[in-house]
């Protein structure tokens, strides 16, 4: 034991020469393209996520009917998972250091997914939901896409997660609207 300890005196302090331990941290393995590619694709998925979490929210608050106790609920279970999914992106895009669209300005006028009215029916909300999964799923599959092509694998791993979840929500509300 006390042979371990004294041969630990020996190590160096960092593996690094000198140059290289005073310079700034070694960026990822990604060009400055590729970086763009990665993080437009995710901005733009970013957007649409956040215009989606404020209709889950307006839905959740203005559901009336007989479906009210199911769907006030069920709302709220998605959009805390959308804010999840939101949070995760949004750093990702950090992880590259790049700034992720963070305002409510941003987010409308880059979103495909388009706000409504509050005073929808309940049937109405849920078919807005499935719309918005569509638009939500295509813009995922693209950044997998991109993610693929740049071997970003930490990228494609997160985004393929929110897939499986966001078509079990597609399955769900449509099994909703079922007659
Ligand atoms: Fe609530």
């Known amino acids: 034991?006390?042979?371990?300890?004294?041969?630990?005196?020996?190590?160096?302090?960092?593996?690094?020469?000198?140059?290289a331990a005073k310079a700034k941290p070694v960026k990822m393995g990604w060009s400055t393209e590729e970086v763009e590619r990665i993080?437009?694709?995710l901005n733009?998925?970013?957007?649409?996520?956040?215009v989606h979490y404020q209709k889950l929210r307006n839905y959740h608050w203005n559901?009336?009917?007989?479906d009210f106790f199911d769907l006030h609920e069920q709302f709220e279970l998605q959009y805390t998972e959308s804010l999840?999914?939101?949070?995760?992106?949004a750093e990702?895009?950090?992880?590259?250091?790049?700034?992720?669209?963070?305002?409510?300005q941003e987010y409308l006028e880059m979103s495909e997914i388009k706000?409504?009215?509050?005073?929808?029916?309940?049937?109405?909300?849920?078919r807005e939901l499935i719309t918005d999964y569509t638009v939500l799923l295509n813009y995922m599959f693209t950044v997998v896409e991109v993610a693929s092509e740049q071997h970003d694998a930490g990228t494609e791993e997160m985004v393929k997660k929110f897939?499986?979840?966001?078509e079990k929500h597609h399955w769900m509300l449509s099994a909703f609207l079922a007659k």
């Open 84 to 89: 999840q999914h939101i949070d995760d992106i």
């Open 163 to 166: 897939i499986n979840t966001i």
């Open 39 to 41: 993080t437009a694709a």
């Open 44 to 50: 733009d998925l970013l957007a649409n996520y956040s």
């Open 115 to 126: 706000e409504t009215a509050s005073n929808l029916s309940s049937e109405l909300m849920v």
């Open 63 to 66: 559901v009336k009917g007989p």
């Open 1 to 19: 034991m006390k042979a371990v300890k004294d041969d630990l005196k020996d190590l160096p302090q960092t593996q690094l020469d000198t140059r």
């Open 92 to 104: 990702r895009i950090r992880i590259f250091s790049k700034t992720p669209v963070s305002t409510l």
